[in-house]
Each structure stands twice: as structure tokens, then as C-alpha cells.
């Protein structure tokens, strides 16, 4: 996930589809019954602006792919570089935080 995801200030079209495997197995992160979220932050701050639950469908859970739709008023935030984690929170209640953070550039919109 080293890629940065660019978007403009204001946007909520675009989501991000994340496919979750176990580290050591490679098989997909079962996220039946679990949740997977999104804290988002300015790059090198401590303070999370938000925190954006990601959806899975009920159906296809046990395949391990959550869906961020960004809300409105998520990307009204001042341009310049963020951070965000992923964080699953699987049935049995074992917490997980995926180590790679995801990288994100904002630049202001033309209107």
C-alpha cells in the first residue's frame, strides 16, 4: 500500500477497496460478524480528524474486501499530506491494526 491516494478538497465520489490477508498465510481476513475502520489524521500528527467505518458486505465477508465510501464533509480538511490506518475488529473481538499506514495527498479544488 505504499501508493498515495490523491484526491481534491470536497470529494466523496471516489472509495478505496482493500482486499485484508493474513500476514503469514496469505489466505483472506474473515470479517464475518467483525468491523474494519479508518482513522484518518494529518501526516505526523497525533490528533485523528475522524474515524470512517469501511463497509463489508454481509455475503462476501469471509473473502476479507471492505469498502471506504468517503462522507460528506470528510474531505473538506485543508490541502496537504494525511495519514490513515486500518483497523479490524474481528467477531471474537481480537483487535487488529494493519501496520502499513495509507498515504494521502488533498490539494484544494478550483470552485
Known amino acids: 500500500m505504499a501508493s ?8 466523496t ?9 493474513e500476514e ?7 470479517l464475518t460478524g467483525g468491523t474494519a475502520t479508518l482513522h484518518f489524521r494529518a501526516a505526523g500528527e497525533s490528533q485523528v480528524l475522524f474515524s ?6 454481509p455475503d462476501t465477508a469471509a473473502d476479507g474486501v ?3 465510501q468517503w462522507q460528506v464533509g470528510d474531505l473538506e480538511i485543508d490541502a496537504g499530506a494525511y ?3 486500518i483497523e479490524v475488529i474481528r467477531s471474537t473481538g ?3 491494526t494493519l501496520f502499513d499506514k495509507l498515504k494521502f495527498k488533498i490539494r484544494e479544488d478550483f470552485a
Open 24 to 30: 503469514d498465510s496469505g489466505s483472506a481476513v474473515d
Open 66 to 68: 471492505a469498502i471506504l
Open 13 to 21: 465520489g471516489p472509495q478505496i477497496k482493500v482486499a485484508l490477508t
Open 83 to 85: 495519514e490513515g490506518e
Open 4 to 11: 498515495t491516494f490523491k484526491y481534491v478538497q470536497g470529494d
Open 52 to 57: 470512517r467505518g469501511l463497509y463489508v458486505n
Open 94 to 96: 481480537l483487535r487488529e
